[in-house]
């Protein structure tokens, strides 16, 4: 019987809902004892203070590790390892690690670092979970779009034309043993027909399709897959080792804009959403203070789609400052958002 300590790997697109699968099967591990580590594109972490202020038992603060600014594929050996191997030196260790990749990320890279001697006779991925955003799977938001291509083409000659969306799409579904089907409550049966359609065209391993709503899986499901994915690398292709090319961040970038005190949630969204459609933002996510309201105001936004809620009251001494994270393709212009959104 092995004793290593099995570890499942999220993956998948900004704002698919890795957080809220994260959550849910947190609040329902049954006194398992988890360790988090959540990697964010940027500087800014959103994604790891959410999970914290849910308090949830069974994963303290000092069981979640934030690893920002950096793609945690491209950063194994100065971030990941190091982590890793701090949570395995504890005096009493997680019973499982869950890792939360960022959306920009690659699987394939973290799950080869498990071969690392360091790593790899006391940990094992139990299974990689890819969850997918259903409406903007079927929307064919990761799909490339020929005619914007040729469009492209007509006007310059020299740009890269491949979809870096469509790319990472691909990467994320077809390094997975399971894959969610999330926000299944926002598609009816045409769009979901159409959401498992897009991922199947791109699928080229054996995955099993879960719908969900609000990342909402059993933990019994997600947790005890025993797939070894670490011994099964060659099972699960990656375009750009079939392309013979580097992983580029450059496709993506990401910034903040500090925001003052707002008198309503909808003094921000008024602007947000046009600003959204005019800058094709791929992912809004931050915190707000809101006049009169004792509670942090979480922001959370994927294309159009925008959501808020509060989600923990300020803490005494806590800096009630508002922050807002902006990320899409590379070329974003930053001084006429930054100016679309002044409050």
């Not at 947790?223 to 496709?251: K, Q, Y």
Request: aromatic content about 4%.
């Amino acid at each position: 019987m092995s004793t290593k300590i099995p570890a499942t790997v999220v993956t998948g697109f900004l704002g698919a809902g890795k957080t809220s699968l994260i959550q849910n099967l947190l609040k329902n591990a049954k006194g398992r004892r988890i360790a988090l580590i959540i990697n964010e594109f940027g500087e800014t972490g959103v994604d790891g203070e959410i999970v914290k202020a849910c308090k949830i038992e069974g994963c303290p603060e000092e069981n979640i590790v934030e690893l920002a600014n950096g793609c945690i594929c491209c950063t194994v050996a100065d971030d990941f390892l190091p982590t890793m191997q701090i949570l395995l030196n504890r005096p009493q260790p997680p019973e499982h690690i869950v890792i939360e990749t960022s959306g920009l990320a690659l699987p394939k890279p973290l799950v080869r670092a498990f071969n690392w001697p360091e790593v790899r006779t006391r940990v094992t991925v139990d299974g990689v979970v890819a969850v997918v955003d259903g409406p903007a799977a079927a929307a064919g938001r990761f799909a490339d779009n020929p005619d914007a291509v040729d469009q492209q083409r007509a006007a310059d000659d020299n740009l890269d034309h491949d979809s870096p969306l469509a790319e990472l799409f691909e990467d994320q579904i077809n390094c997975a043993d399971l894959i969610v089907l999330n926000k299944s409550d926002l598609m009816d049966d045409t769009a979901r027909q159409a959401a498992e359609a897009a991922i199947n065209k791109e699928l080229q391993r054996r995955a099993k399709i879960l719908p969900a709503s609000f990342g909402a899986i059993d933990p019994a499901i997600l947790l005890g897959i025993g797939a070894g994915a670490e011994d099964d690398l060659d099972s699960r292709p990656s375009h750009h080792e079939l392309e013979g090319e580097d992983h580029d961040h450059d496709d993506f970038e990401s910034f903040h804009l500090d925001l003052p005190q707002l008198t309503s949630p909808d003094q921000l969204l008024q602007k947000l959403l046009p600003t959204i459609e005019r800058h094709d933002i791929l992912r809004v996510k931050g915190f707000l203070n809101v006049a009169g309201k004792e509670m942090r105001l979480v922001l959370q936004g994927v294309g159009s789609r925008v959501q808020h809620y509060y989600d923990r009251a300020w803490e005494a001494g806590e800096a009630r400052n508002g922050r807002l994270v902006v990320i899409g393709l590379k070329g974003l212009d930053r001084d006429s958002i930054a100016r679309a959104l002044a409050l």
